[in-house]
């Protein structure tokens, strides 16, 4: 996609902080990060989506991904993995990436920032789900 921002920097037509790269993924620092050594792992194909890939692709990336996660661990024990999907979930970039987020003890970052509510439609919400997980 020509006016994507990670298929420029696939492309070497943007700079970046490149970490890691195999057939499937480049990883890079992101720019603005949230904690040092924020990394994006970003497709190599242009994806918005998680269910816009292929499935031997998603594997593939998903091998990636672990790369990534299994050598960022030596950098800090925890971590926070996460893919935004879509505009409302607040993804800004509509190509596939999962930020992997250094953790570490008392760094005060909020990044689980949902308020926790009691639902009483548990019931009604599983079958609906379920329904449509099992399609
Ligand atoms: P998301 O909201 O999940 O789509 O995240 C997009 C991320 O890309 C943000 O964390 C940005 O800081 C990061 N980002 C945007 N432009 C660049 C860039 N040129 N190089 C590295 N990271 C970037
Ligand atoms: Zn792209």
Known sequence: MSDCIFCKILAGEL?????YEDDYALAILDINPASKGHTLVISKRHYPHMNDFPEQEYLAFMASLRK????????????????????DAGQLVPHVHFHVIPRRPGDGLQIDLWRAQHDPDLDKVQKTIQSLLNE
């Open 15 to 19: 700079p970046s902080w490149k970490v």
């Open 68 to 87: 990534v996660v299994k050598g960022m661990k030596k950098y800090t024990e925890a971590l926070n993995i996460l893919e935004n999907d879509g505009k």
